[in-house]
């Protein structure tokens, strides 16, 4: 995953986890869009029936965080995100800033603030 990128600093701007962590992602925090405006009546019923719907929360996983030369973390995450009627979904695996994740409620608060403290290097 870090092939091309050369761990040159201590504490590392990478960390690879092992395992994976379950997380909840905030999909407005992690995919923010504007709302489009379509013609006069905004959009389309087809549009927002069958487009991804992209507010809330979803389960995830995350494999990975790595560090913004701005100083954001961000986390490699694996979730789905389902259409505004709920008869389609997609798979997504993308880096999601540090802000939109938060641990699984199936994981204890201070197992996942070991892990981020461990991977900031405190």
Known sequence: ????????????????????????????????????????????????????????????????WARAWDGVWLGLCEFTVHTGNDRGQLDMRQWCPEHSLTPSPAKANNDYRDRSDSRRGR
């Open 1 to 64: 995953m870090f092939d091309r990128w050369p761990d040159e600093f201590s504490p590392s701007l990478r960390r690879v986890l092992d395992p994976p962590m379950p997380v909840v992602v905030d999909l407005g925090q992690a995919i923010p869009t504007h709302r489009a405006k379509f013609g006069t009546g905004g959009v389309p019923l087809r549009v927002s029936s069958g487009g991804l719907r992209l507010t809330g929360t979803v389960p995830g996983v995350l494999y990975a």
